[in-house]
């Protein structure tokens, strides 16, 4: 029921949301060395996710006896100048993540495959929040970021986010 094109797209998206976690842990780096721990908590926590995307990806494969392949994981490559331009790269990369979700959903819509299309549901509305979240925080540091005590202040904020697991259990 599942078609070749599909499946390859599933795999390759355990690489992409491997890749998103491999990046936030490297946007967090960055923000220890600048030293705003609440950045790099809000990017650690980031990474959590994805990873848990990650895995969500290879349960559904499982579950339905497509072969998962793993390939490598590429380095991370935006360029770290100023505080903000992680919060850029992280909105263009959740938006290139949401283009790439759906080009699945458009392939398993091709298919008629509705398990598929089911199970993709809860990330096309993930990336909704993920795009959302990471304009946001860039829409604060503009307001804030360049003021010293408010920089402070956003950082204090974003040390405040705590993982929670996903709501998606398969
Ligand atoms: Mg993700």
């Known amino acids: 029921m599942f078609t070749e094109k599909v499946k390859q797209l599933l795999n390759e998206q355990i690489d992409k949301e491997f890749y ?23 990017f650690t926590i980031q990474a959590q996710e994805e990873r848990d995307h990650a895995l969500l990806f290879i349960k559904y494969m499982q579950n339905n006896d497509i072969k998962v392949t793993f390939e490598a994981i590429g ?8 505080h903000m331009d992680a919060l850029l790269a992280a909105l263009a990369h959740e938006q290139f993540v949401t283009a790439s979700i759906h ?57 405040a986010r705590v993982y929670s697991p996903p709501s998606l259990v398969l």
């Open 20 to 42: 998103s976690a491999y990046l936030y842990l490297y946007f967090a780096n960055y923000y220890v060395e600048q030293g705003l721990n609440g950045f790099a908590n809000w």
């Open 75 to 82: 380095k991370p490559d935006a360029e770290l100048k100023k």
């Open 103 to 159: 080009t699945i959903y458009e392939a398993a819509y091709e298919a008629k495959d509705f398990r598929t299309m089911q199970f993709l549901d809860w990330f096309v509305k993930e990336q909704a929040e993920e795009e959302t979240n990471a304009s946001s925080n860039i829409k604060k540091m503009e307001l804030f970021g360049s003021d010293s005590k408010g920089l402070y202040m956003l950082d204090q904020e974003l040390s």
